[in-house]
């Protein structure tokens, strides 16, 4: 495979399960992200992690949990999420240093019943 | 800090007709500047670039964009629309140190009328 990719693509959970979101990227960065898109809202920074270390987290509330375990590899552990958290979750990687250009995975579309 | 102001969250041309999609940005550094586009339920593809060297850069699909630094302006251009351009497009502006983290703006979602 190639690029950024993310499972699952789609996801319904309810208000008291817990899941996880996964990104993979194949592409030698060393920087990953997830980033939160809401309908008619602006793209959402939610953590960065450069070297597998968390270096931004813009307040996200906590039942957003990320793990960076290698380089290559992003979590999004979601758990006790609230109806409002429904959106699609983008993961994307970059090469700290270069340019600053993301490269982005499909997205994982979350629906919080 | 940087800023992006995309003019127009929806833009609708004729099929054939020119696409003109607008960015302004605000940056206190020289810019690397770029455009993305979303297909529905698809997360953002490069659509094209600015870093250094030619200000008229040529992306994917057609598109193009010119860097215009005496007006902050980095408008995206195509000059005929095809039914698959519809889409959402967003322009995004970084610091040329390369550490800065990407800044979008809000998007244009742009129709294509038959």
């Known amino acids: 495979e190639t690029g950024v990719t993310q499972t699952p693509r789609h996801l319904v959970m309810g208000m008291t399960n817990k899941k996880s979101l996964k990104c993979e990227q194949h592409l030698g960065h060393n920087a990953m992200y997830w980033y939160k898109q809401s309908a008619k809202k602006p793209l959402e920074l939610m953590f960065v992690y450069s070297l597998e270390e968390r270096v931004e987290n813009n307040s996200v509330p906590s039942r957003f949990s990320p793990e960076c375990p290698n380089s290559s590899h992003l979590f999004l552990h979601l758990h006790t999420l609230q109806p409002e958290d429904s959106a699609l979750y983008l993961c994307?990687?970059?090469?700290?240093?270069?340019?600053?250009?993301?490269?982005f995975g499909e997205g994982s579309r979350l629906t919080v019943l | 800090a940087q800023s992006v102001t995309q003019l127009g969250s929806h833009v609708s041309v004729s099929e054939g007709a020119l696409v003109l999609l607008r960015c302004n940005y605000s940056s206190s550094v020289p810019p690397y500047l770029f455009w993305y586009v979303q297909y529905p339920n698809q997360g953002l593809q490069l659509l094209l670039k600015?870093?250094?060297?030619?200000?008229l850069v040529k992306g994917i699909n057609g598109f193009e964009a010119e860097f215009k630094k005496s007006e902050t302006s980095f408008h995206l251009t195509k000059p005929s629309a095809h039914m698959s351009d519809a889409a959402e497009y967003f322009c995004a502006v970084s610091a040329n140190f390369g550490n800065e983290k990407l800044t979008f703006g809000t998007g244009t979602r742009l129709t294509i009328i038959p």
């Open positions: 994307a990687s970059s090469q700290e240093g270069g340019t600053g250009e993301l490269f």
């Open positions: 600015y870093t250094t060297g030619a200000t």
